[in-house]
């Protein structure tokens, strides 16, 4: 049975950092690109970060996280990680992870959330 499981958010002052971890299991993780989406309160869920399968090629970022934000991924722990630096209170939003497509069953998300 797949799961994803998300966590590292929390409650972070303008500027702080977090780091995101999603575990990912009962998936062929190596072959998978991955993503990181967040969904803000009464928004929809935006694919801001993604990552091929080998994590060889070039990661690509939304616009409103580039520069502040890296995706990475340890595939011998069937981990993905979002590094968020510089964070703002627009970044607050549940985080969560997921194949490119077609979608796994979806976590829980991990919650951020940036004061100013």
């Known amino acids: 049975q797949v799961q994803l499981v998300e966590s590292g958010g929390g409650l972070v002052q303008a500027g702080g950092s977090l780091r995101l971890s999603c575990v990912v299991s009962?998936?062929?993780?190596?072959?998978?690109?991955m993503g990181w989406y967040r969904q803000a309160p009464g928004q929809q869920r935006d694919l801001i970060a993604t990552i091929v399968g080998s994590g060889a090629g070039t990661p690509t970022y939304a616009e409103s996280v580039k520069g502040r934000f890296t995706i990475s991924r340890n595939s011998a722990r069937d981990t993905v990680y979002l590094r968020m630096n510089n964070l703002k209170p627009e970044d607050t939003a549940v985080y969560f992870c997921?194949?490119?497509?077609?979608?796994?069953?979806w976590g829980q998300g991990t919650q951020v959330t940036v004061s100013s």
């Open positions: 009962g998936s062929l993780f190596g072959g998978n690109g």
């Open positions: 997921n194949d490119l497509g077609p979608f796994l069953p």
